[in-house]
Structure formats: structure tokens, C-alpha cells
């Protein structure tokens, strides 16, 4: 790949953001669970929410599961978060312990990381099977993106969501798979739409046996392609994946 689109494809992926932001935090224990911007803060206040500026920061106040509870249900209908999921996703400090969960369409107003998983498949011929984002996805609708990528939910571990969300955008079973393959880590800090995204993407690589063909069972998937690698390398040039999932790709490949 041409050295100045790698290079741009990883800066895309840390970018500060647009607004500044001040610590969100627990008034409990003063651990710093994500970030928001001092305009939001103010009106999270005005609103009569659970929250207190605290200097350069603002504390969440009391039991943290129903404070955050009260605060997504707020930022929902206040029209300032995305889609309602009925997801919980753990909420983690900075060095990684869980603290609380909060509901998925929160996050990102509030700066809180989120963890994922990346699943690269190939067939037995080296060639690999990407998926096309349905298109009706509020996020990145009709792109193209890895054989399947989904969100760590609250009390679940990467490999119980690997297992499930297999199953659920590909129809696969991980016992059916060969050659499964960790690839470490990657981190994505960019502002969006609703606030700022950081995310810690765990990636995994395998090799579909030839009498498997992924067969989506959730609804988010338009369809799926496997493809030579020359034809991966041109989509990838041409931006036609998720940030998320070319920079998984990158890795997996080796660039």
C-alpha cells in the first residue's frame, strides 16, 4: 500500500477532538471513565441530572449504574445520542477495570471506551470474505468492513464475543473454523456524530473451510464477497471500508 495512505488511515484513527472535553468521573472514587464537552455538562446540570462540575472535571454522583442509567435515558431523548439499543456496555477507568455499565447509544456523548472484536476470515484458497454493512446501519451504512466486527457487552469476555457475534453477522460457529489467530490490539480515538469515540479493537484472523459461506442472521449485513487480495488492496485504497475495519485489514496484512 502506498506509504502516505497508511499513513493517513492512521491518523484518521487518532485524531483529537473537535471541541474541548473535560474528565467525566465518579464522585466516588474519582475514577475517570470518558470525557464530555463543558456545554453538555451544562446542561446535564441544568436537567437535574446526577452529575456536579468539579473543577476541571465533572463527577457522576451516586450509585453509578442508575446515575448513568438516568443520564443515557436523557441524552436519548434530548435527541443528542444515537440509536436505543438496550445494550449495556461495561464502563472501565483508565487502567481498564470495569466500573459500571451504561447503555451503548451513551457512549460516545460521554467519551467512554468501548471494546470490540475484528474477525478476518480467509477460505482455504487465501482469499478473504468481507461483508457489506446493511444498508439501513446508522453508522457506516453500505460499507464494507471485516467478516465480522461487533461491541464487547457489559460482563462479557472477548471470546464469549467472538463466539456470539460469529454466529450472529456471519453464521458461523468458531469450533467449524481453522488456523484462529490473535493479532493483538488496536485503538481508535476520532470524534463522531454524537461526541467522541474511543474504541480498543481486539483482532482475530481464521480460515473458513470451503463448504462453509457466511449467512448473516441479525439483519446487519447486506451481503457478503470473498475476494483476491489485489481486489482487497484496490477497495482499500479506493476507502471503501469502515476506518475500523481497514485498519484491522492493515494489521492482518502485515502492512
Same mark, same amino acid.
Given at each position: 500500500?502506498? #506509504?502516505?495512505?497508511?499513513?493517513?488511515?492512521?491518523?484518521?484513527?487518532?485524531?483529537?477532538?473537535?471541541?474541548?472535553?473535560?474528565?467525566?468521573?465518579?464522585?466516588?472514587?474519582?475514577?475517570?471513565?470518558?470525557? #464530555?464537552?463543558?456545554?453538555?455538562?451544562?446542561?446535564?446540570?441544568?436537567?437535574?441530572?446526577?452529575?456536579?462540575?468539579?473543577?476541571?472535571?465533572?463527577? #457522576?454522583?451516586?450509585?453509578?449504574?442508575?446515575?448513568?442509567?438516568?443520564?443515557?435515558?436523557?441524552?436519548?431523548?434530548?435527541?443528542?445520542?444515537?440509536?436505543?439499543?438496550?445494550?449495556?456496555?461495561?464502563?472501565?477507568?483508565?487502567?481498564?477495570? #470495569?466500573?459500571?455499565?451504561?447503555?451503548?447509544?451513551?457512549?460516545?456523548?460521554?467519551?467512554?471506551?468501548?471494546?470490540?472484536?475484528?474477525?478476518?476470515?480467509?477460505?482455504?484458497?487465501?482469499?478473504?470474505?468481507?461483508?457489506?454493512?446493511?444498508?439501513?446501519?446508522?453508522?457506516?451504512?453500505?460499507?464494507?468492513?471485516?467478516?465480522?466486527?461487533?461491541?464487547?457487552?457489559?460482563?462479557?469476555?472477548?471470546?464469549?464475543?467472538?463466539?456470539?457475534?460469529?454466529?450472529?453477522?456471519?453464521?458461523?460457529?468458531?469450533?467449524?473454523?481453522?488456523?484462529?489467530?490473535?493479532?493483538?490490539?488496536?485503538?481508535?480515538?476520532?470524534?463522531?456524530?454524537?461526541?467522541?469515540?474511543?474504541?480498543?479493537?481486539?483482532?482475530?484472523?481464521?480460515?473458513?473451510?470451503?463448504?462453509?459461506?457466511?449467512?448473516?442472521?441479525?439483519?446487519?449485513?447486506?451481503?457478503?464477497?470473498?475476494?483476491?487480495?489485489?481486489?482487497?488492496?484496490?477497495?482499500?485504497?479506493?476507502?471503501?471500508?469502515?476506518?475500523?475495519?481497514?485498519?484491522?485489514?492493515?494489521?492482518?496484512?502485515?502492512?
Amino acid at each position: 500500500m502506498n #506509504v502516505a495512505w497508511l499513513e493517513g488511515l492512521r491518523a484518521r484513527a487518532d485524531q483529537s477532538p473537535l471541541r474541548p472535553r473535560v474528565p467525566l468521573r465518579l464522585a466516588a472514587n474519582a475514577a475517570v471513565i470518558g470525557s #464530555v464537552e463543558p456545554a453538555l455538562v451544562a446542561q446535564l446540570v441544568a436537567a437535574g441530572l446526577p452529575v456536579a462540575a468539579a473543577g476541571d472535571a465533572v463527577d #457522576v454522583q451516586g450509585d453509578a449504574d442508575a446515575a448513568l442509567a438516568r443520564i443515557a435515558r436523557w441524552l436519548h431523548d434530548a435527541g443528542l445520542a444515537s440509536r436505543w439499543r438496550d445494550e449495556l456496555l461495561a464502563v472501565t477507568d483508565e487502567s481498564g477495570r #470495569v466500573q459500571a455499565a451504561v447503555e451503548r447509544a451513551a457512549v460516545r456523548p460521554l467519551g467512554i471506551t468501548t471494546f470490540a472484536v475484528h474477525l478476518v476470515g480467509r477460505d482455504p484458497a487465501g482469499r478473504w470474505w468481507l461483508q457489506q454493512r446493511a444498508l439501513d446501519k446508522a453508522t457506516d451504512p453500505g460499507r464494507w468492513d471485516t467478516l465480522m466486527g461487533g461491541l464487547v457487552a457489559d460482563r462479557e469476555s472477548l471470546e464469549q464475543t467472538l463466539e456470539r457475534e460469529t454466529w450472529e453477522e456471519a453464521g458461523l460457529r468458531l469450533a467449524d473454523l481453522e488456523a484462529l489467530r490473535e493479532h493483538g490490539a488496536l485503538t481508535v480515538r476520532r470524534p463522531v456524530a454524537e461526541g467522541y469515540m474511543v474504541e480498543r479493537m481486539a483482532v482475530y484472523s481464521a480460515r473458513v473451510p470451503a463448504h462453509l459461506v457466511p449467512q448473516n442472521q441479525d439483519g446487519e449485513v447486506e451481503r457478503f464477497e470473498c475476494v483476491d487480495e489485489p481486489a482487497l488492496r484496490e477497495r482499500l485504497a479506493a476507502d471503501a471500508f469502515t476506518l475500523e475495519a481497514a485498519l484491522v485489514l492493515v494489521r492482518v496484512l502485515g502492512l
